[in-house]
Structures are given as structure tokens and as C-alpha cells.
């Protein structure tokens, strides 16, 4: 660990990557090691391998906090914003009943995969749940050059 950051290598021991790239990397739905593959064959299952570097995805367990993380971004977003606009105005109740919770579902539907992506992209960098191989393995890769 170097300056509070977690340093990890990437495929093929080339450098140290730190492990805020990878979670950007989930964010984007790529593949944490790599930054180029589909994290994602469909809106949230996890490709079993990157298509691009080949590094397995299949480890992680996201689980339900993927789904908690984004109902608190929302919640912490929207509610300040549903009462600042319900005390400044007064719409018919219908027009309240339909805006805030469509807003709702397109704002959760909308960060759902890329924090997940964040997620796996964390336990990979982290080597959690199932990552603990491929993280020694990065590890290791440097000495393996270093004794050839």
C-alpha cells in the first residue's frame, strides 16, 4: 500500500495500477483489469471472462449491495429535491403521484449497472470474495519477469 492507495498490477505484471481505475473501469461497465472488455453480456449478469484479456469475472458476489448503494444515491439525491419543489409549488396531486416515482425508477435503473460495475470492479482490485487467486497471481506476476 503506497499513499493510502491499494496498488495492483495489470495482466501480465506490465505495472501497478491503482485500484480506484479498476472501480472506474467497473463504473464503465469495462473489465477492471484491463479497461477495454464488456463487463456485462446482459443488463446485470457478469461476463464469466473478459472478452478482450480473459481475466475471470465469474468470482465475484455483488450480491445485494449493488441495489443498496443505489436506493441510498437516489434517496440522498431525490428527496431533497422532492421537497424543495413540493413546498415551493403546488401541483394537483396526480402530477406529483406520477413525476417523483417514474423519476425514481429512471434514476435507479440508470445507476443500477454502473455501480455494480463499481462493485465488482472493487472486489476485484481488493482480490474479495472469490478474487483472492487472481490477486496473488498479479502479485507474483513481477517476480515471475524478474526471475526469467
Not at 495500477?17 to 446485470?44: I, V
Not at 449491495?65 to 428527496?79: E, N, S, W
Request: charge should be positive; aromatic fraction near 8%; charged fraction near 15%.
Amino acid at each position: 500500500m503506497t499513499g493510502g492507495q491499494f496498488r495492483i498490477t495489470t495482466p501480465g505484471g506490465s505495472g501497478a495500477m491503482p485500484s480506484g481505475r479498476a472501480m472506474m473501469n467497473g463504473l464503465r461497465g469495462k473489465c477492471p483489469a484491463c479497461g477495454r472488455g464488456a463487463m456485462f453480456r446482459k443488463f446485470l449478469k457478469v461476463n464469466d471472462a473478459c472478452p478482450d484479456c480473459g481475466e475471470e469475472l465469474h468470482h465475484h458476489r455483488a450480491d445485494d449491495f449493488p441495489a443498496y448503494l443505489d436506493i441510498a444515491i437516489v434517496g440522498h439525491i431525490l428527496v431533497p429535491i422532492v421537497l424543495a419543489v413540493e413546498t415551493a409549488t403546488v401541483w394537483p396531486f396526480w402530477v406529483a403521484m406520477t413525476l417523483w416515482p417514474a423519476v425514481a425508477l429512471g434514476m435507479t435503473l440508470a445507476l443500477l449497472q454502473p455501480i455494480k460495475g463499481a462493485v465488482v470492479g472493487m472486489q476485484w482490485a481488493l482480490g474479495m470474495h472469490g478474487f483472492e487467486q487472481a490477486k496473488a497471481a498479479r502479485a507474483l506476476a513481477p517476480v515471475r519477469s524478474a526471475v526469467r
